[in-house]
């Protein structure tokens, strides 16, 4: 079992920067793909980033891409998602997930494991 807290979502303007975080516990988390996704009100949740096991490889949402920057820390056992220039469009519950295998980052149905989301708000 694997478990994910995720930390850092708040209420921002817009152009605001956050930080969110991931904590993982109860497995080797260097052998565990990550991704954060994100859904807001009355849409379906959407894939935001990934990242491989050594953080050698990272795919992002066309959405977010250049705004967004997806890192971790194995030696923390954490995941982080910096995101810069915030837009409304932004808001959303962001959700961290982790896998042991994942064979097509952006399908939410690859991750095993995932937390209980924060929400970020951005106000325009």
């Known amino acids: 079992q694997v478990q994910l807290v995720e930390s850092g979502g708040g209420l921002v303007q817009a152009g605001a920067s956050l930080r969110l975080s991931c904590a993982a516990s109860g497995r080797t988390f260097n052998r565990l793909h990550m991704a954060w996704f994100r859904q807001a009100p009355g849409k379906e949740r959407e894939f935001v980033t990934y990242?491989?096991?050594?953080?050698?490889?990272?795919y992002y949402a066309d959405s977010v891409k250049g705004r967004f920057t997806i890192s971790r820390d194995n030696a923390k056992n954490t995941v982080y998602l910096q995101m810069n220039s915030l837009k409304p469009e932004d808001t959303a519950v962001y959700t961290c997930?982790?896998?042991?295998?994942?064979?097509?980052?952006?399908?939410?149905?690859?991750?095993?494991?995932w937390g209980q989301g924060t929400q970020v708000t951005v106000s325009s």
């Open positions: 997930a982790a896998a042991s295998t994942v064979l097509v980052p952006r399908r939410d149905r690859q991750y095993d494991y």
């Open positions: 990242i491989s096991q050594s953080g050698s490889t990272t």
